[in-house]
Protein backbone atom coordinates (compact mmCIF):
# COMPACT_ATOMS: atom_id res chain seq x y z
CA UNK A 1 0.00 0.00 0.00
CA UNK A 2 1.64 3.22 -0.74
CA UNK A 3 -0.18 4.91 0.73
CA UNK A 4 -1.88 8.64 -0.10
CA UNK A 5 0.06 9.91 -3.00
CA UNK A 6 0.44 13.68 -3.61
CA UNK A 7 2.51 15.60 -6.52
CA UNK A 8 4.41 17.98 -6.83
CA UNK A 9 5.83 17.80 -3.29
CA UNK A 10 6.94 21.31 -3.55
CA UNK A 11 5.87 24.35 -6.06
CA UNK A 12 7.05 27.55 -6.44
CA UNK A 13 4.82 29.81 -8.88
CA UNK A 14 4.68 33.30 -9.62
CA UNK A 15 1.43 35.29 -8.89
CA UNK A 16 -1.07 35.16 -11.26
CA UNK A 17 -0.17 31.29 -12.95
CA UNK A 18 -1.86 28.73 -12.69
CA UNK A 19 -1.46 25.95 -9.77
CA UNK A 20 -2.78 22.34 -10.04
CA UNK A 21 -2.16 20.04 -7.16
CA UNK A 22 -2.75 16.06 -7.23
CA UNK A 23 -3.66 13.46 -5.47
CA UNK A 24 -4.09 9.64 -5.41
CA UNK A 25 -6.33 8.35 -2.64
CA UNK A 26 -5.57 4.48 -1.32
CA UNK A 27 -7.74 2.37 -2.92
CA UNK A 28 -10.87 1.61 -1.63
CA UNK A 29 -11.32 4.86 0.15
CA UNK A 30 -14.72 6.07 -0.70
CA UNK A 31 -13.49 9.83 1.61
CA UNK A 32 -10.91 12.58 0.07
CA UNK A 33 -10.36 15.48 1.91
CA UNK A 34 -8.48 18.63 0.58
CA UNK A 35 -7.07 20.49 3.83
CA UNK A 36 -4.04 23.49 3.86
CA UNK A 37 -2.41 24.39 6.61
CA UNK A 38 -1.10 27.73 6.93
CA UNK A 39 1.44 29.25 10.67
CA UNK A 40 -1.74 31.91 10.69
CA UNK A 41 -4.64 29.33 10.28
CA UNK A 42 -3.45 25.75 11.30
CA UNK A 43 -4.56 22.92 9.64
CA UNK A 44 -8.00 23.74 7.72
CA UNK A 45 -10.80 21.75 5.47
CA UNK A 46 -11.35 23.10 1.92
CA UNK A 47 -13.36 20.61 0.73
CA UNK A 48 -14.04 16.89 0.89
CA UNK A 49 -15.70 14.04 -1.46
CA UNK A 50 -17.65 10.87 -1.23
CA UNK A 51 -17.54 8.54 -3.83
CA UNK A 52 -16.32 11.19 -6.03
CA UNK A 53 -19.25 13.98 -5.71
CA UNK A 54 -18.20 17.08 -3.56
CA UNK A 55 -20.24 16.93 -0.15
CA UNK A 56 -18.55 20.21 1.60
CA UNK A 57 -16.43 22.64 0.21
CA UNK A 58 -17.78 25.26 2.69
CA UNK A 59 -14.11 26.05 3.28
CA UNK A 60 -12.92 26.51 0.26
CA UNK A 61 -11.59 30.26 0.02
CA UNK A 62 -12.89 31.86 -2.79
CA UNK A 63 -13.85 31.48 -6.93
CA UNK A 64 -9.57 31.22 -7.38
CA UNK A 65 -9.93 27.68 -5.86
CA UNK A 66 -11.81 24.52 -7.09
CA UNK A 67 -11.73 21.23 -6.86
CA UNK A 68 -12.40 17.29 -9.00
CA UNK A 69 -12.46 14.15 -8.37
CA UNK A 70 -13.13 12.66 -12.01
CA UNK A 71 -12.69 9.22 -10.47
CA UNK A 72 -11.87 7.09 -7.48
CA UNK A 73 -8.36 7.29 -7.78
CA UNK A 74 -7.38 11.03 -8.91
CA UNK A 75 -8.42 14.46 -7.46
CA UNK A 76 -7.22 17.93 -8.44
CA UNK A 77 -7.22 21.22 -6.39
CA UNK A 78 -6.44 23.95 -8.67
CA UNK A 79 -5.55 27.62 -7.83
CA UNK A 80 -6.37 30.18 -10.75
CA UNK A 81 -4.85 32.92 -10.25
CA UNK A 82 -2.44 32.31 -7.52
CA UNK A 83 -1.69 34.96 -4.97
CA UNK A 84 1.34 35.29 -2.36
CA UNK A 85 -1.25 34.34 0.42
CA UNK A 86 -1.78 30.86 -1.21
CA UNK A 87 1.54 29.84 0.15
CA UNK A 88 1.17 27.20 2.36
CA UNK A 89 0.94 23.47 2.53
CA UNK A 90 -1.68 21.11 0.68
CA UNK A 91 -2.54 17.89 2.38
CA UNK A 92 -4.80 15.57 0.57
CA UNK A 93 -6.40 13.19 2.87
CA UNK A 94 -8.50 9.31 2.18
CA UNK A 95 -10.81 7.39 4.11
CA UNK A 96 -13.28 5.05 4.71
CA UNK A 97 -16.51 6.14 5.11
CA UNK A 98 -18.64 5.48 8.32
CA UNK A 99 -18.35 2.08 9.47
CA UNK A 100 -20.25 1.90 12.76
CA UNK A 101 -17.06 1.76 14.70
CA UNK A 102 -16.00 5.68 14.69
CA UNK A 103 -13.14 4.19 12.84
CA UNK A 104 -13.12 7.16 10.34
CA UNK A 105 -9.48 7.48 10.27
CA UNK A 106 -7.95 9.80 7.53
CA UNK A 107 -4.73 9.09 6.23
CA UNK A 108 -2.93 11.95 4.59
CA UNK A 109 -0.61 12.24 2.23
CA UNK A 110 2.74 14.18 2.14
CA UNK A 111 1.35 17.59 1.40
CA UNK A 112 2.58 20.02 -1.16
CA UNK A 113 4.15 22.77 -0.60
CA UNK A 114 3.17 25.61 -2.52
CA UNK A 115 4.99 29.03 -2.91
CA UNK A 116 3.49 32.02 -4.39
CA UNK A 117 5.86 34.83 -5.50
CA UNK B 1 -16.30 25.81 15.41
CA UNK B 2 -13.22 24.67 17.98
CA UNK B 3 -14.50 22.09 20.08
CA UNK B 4 -11.79 21.03 21.86
CA UNK B 5 -9.42 22.87 24.24
CA UNK B 6 -5.13 22.16 24.54
CA UNK B 7 -2.46 23.23 25.87
CA UNK B 8 -0.13 24.46 23.27
CA UNK B 9 2.43 23.10 24.46
CA UNK B 10 4.35 20.28 26.93
CA UNK B 11 8.02 18.83 27.62
CA UNK B 12 8.92 15.20 28.45
CA UNK B 13 11.89 13.49 29.54
CA UNK B 14 12.54 10.13 27.12
CA UNK B 15 11.43 7.10 28.40
CA UNK B 16 8.97 8.66 30.47
CA UNK B 17 4.56 8.74 29.95
CA UNK B 18 3.37 11.65 28.25
CA UNK B 19 0.04 12.46 29.40
CA UNK B 20 -1.67 15.04 26.74
CA UNK B 21 -4.62 16.36 28.15
CA UNK B 22 -8.21 17.69 26.30
CA UNK B 23 -11.01 19.37 27.21
CA UNK B 24 -14.18 18.36 25.11
CA UNK B 25 -16.92 19.25 27.30
CA UNK B 26 -19.85 20.23 24.39
CA UNK B 27 -19.28 16.66 23.13
CA UNK B 28 -22.32 14.71 22.01
CA UNK B 29 -23.18 11.30 22.84
CA UNK B 30 -22.35 9.79 19.79
CA UNK B 31 -19.24 11.47 18.78
CA UNK B 32 -16.20 9.62 18.81
CA UNK B 33 -12.88 11.39 20.21
CA UNK B 34 -9.84 11.15 17.74
CA UNK B 35 -6.04 12.19 18.53
CA UNK B 36 -3.67 12.47 15.10
CA UNK B 37 -0.36 13.49 15.36
CA UNK B 38 1.73 15.77 13.05
CA UNK B 39 5.89 15.10 13.11
CA UNK B 40 7.63 18.33 11.36
CA UNK B 41 7.06 18.71 7.21
CA UNK B 42 4.70 15.54 7.65
CA UNK B 43 0.99 15.22 6.86
CA UNK B 44 -0.95 14.17 10.31
CA UNK B 45 -0.60 10.36 11.14
CA UNK B 46 -3.98 8.68 13.16
CA UNK B 47 -3.23 7.58 16.65
CA UNK B 48 -6.37 6.33 18.55
CA UNK B 49 -9.73 6.82 18.71
CA UNK B 50 -12.11 6.07 21.32
CA UNK B 51 -16.53 6.75 22.58
CA UNK B 52 -16.73 6.24 26.26
CA UNK B 53 -14.05 3.05 27.22
CA UNK B 54 -10.51 3.35 27.37
CA UNK B 55 -8.67 2.38 24.37
CA UNK B 56 -5.39 0.84 24.08
CA UNK B 57 -3.28 0.21 20.80
CA UNK B 58 0.61 -0.20 20.06
CA UNK B 59 1.08 3.30 19.87
CA UNK B 60 -0.76 4.92 22.77
CA UNK B 61 -3.52 4.73 25.51
CA UNK B 62 -6.42 6.75 25.37
CA UNK B 63 -8.18 7.75 28.96
CA UNK B 64 -11.73 9.29 28.88
CA UNK B 65 -13.46 10.62 31.68
CA UNK B 66 -16.87 9.21 32.25
CA UNK B 67 -18.64 11.82 31.64
CA UNK B 68 -16.60 11.94 28.22
CA UNK B 69 -15.65 15.79 29.02
CA UNK B 70 -12.03 14.95 28.17
CA UNK B 71 -9.49 13.00 27.72
CA UNK B 72 -5.78 12.13 28.20
CA UNK B 73 -3.48 10.50 25.11
CA UNK B 74 -0.95 8.72 27.09
CA UNK B 75 2.45 7.57 25.39
CA UNK B 76 3.74 5.30 27.59
CA UNK B 77 7.55 5.34 27.22
CA UNK B 78 8.27 9.08 25.13
CA UNK B 79 11.12 8.71 22.29
CA UNK B 80 12.99 11.64 20.65
CA UNK B 81 10.49 10.77 17.70
CA UNK B 82 7.05 11.56 19.47
CA UNK B 83 8.16 15.15 19.16
CA UNK B 84 5.38 16.14 17.11
CA UNK B 85 2.52 18.26 17.39
CA UNK B 86 -0.99 15.75 18.43
CA UNK B 87 -4.30 17.03 17.80
CA UNK B 88 -7.91 15.72 19.52
CA UNK B 89 -10.44 16.12 17.80
CA UNK B 90 -14.27 15.28 18.24
CA UNK B 91 -15.74 14.00 15.42
CA UNK B 92 -18.39 16.56 13.94
CA UNK B 93 -21.79 14.27 13.44
CA UNK B 94 -23.87 14.97 10.39
CA UNK B 95 -26.20 11.94 10.45
CA UNK B 96 -24.66 9.14 8.34
CA UNK B 97 -21.97 11.66 6.71
CA UNK B 98 -18.82 11.46 7.59
CA UNK B 99 -18.89 15.36 8.35
CA UNK B 100 -15.73 17.72 9.46
CA UNK B 101 -12.94 17.44 11.52
CA UNK B 102 -11.65 20.00 13.59
CA UNK B 103 -7.77 20.07 13.94
CA UNK B 104 -7.41 22.88 15.89
CA UNK B 105 -3.83 24.34 16.88
CA UNK B 106 -2.93 21.45 18.88
CA UNK B 107 -0.43 20.91 21.54
CA UNK B 108 3.50 20.74 20.52
CA UNK B 109 5.03 17.79 22.46
CA UNK B 110 9.12 18.05 23.18
CA UNK B 111 10.49 14.69 24.03
CA UNK B 112 14.34 15.72 25.45
CA UNK B 113 17.09 13.67 26.09
Known amino acids: DAGVIQSPRHEVTEMGQEVTLRCKPISGHDYLFWYRQTMMRGLELLIY????????DSGMPEDRFSAKMPNASFSTLKIQPSEPRDSAVYFC???????????????FGAGSRLTVL | DAKTTQPPSMDCAEGRAANLPCNHS???????VYWYRQIHSQGPQYIIH???NNETNEMASLIITEDRKSSTLILPHATLRDTAVYYC??????????????FGRGTQLTVWP
Open chain 2, 89 to 102: IVRADRGSTLGRLY
Open chain 2, 50 to 52: GLK
Open chain 1, 49 to 56: FNNNVPID
Open chain 1, 93 to 107: ASSFGWRGSGANVLT
Open chain 2, 26 to 32: TISGNEY
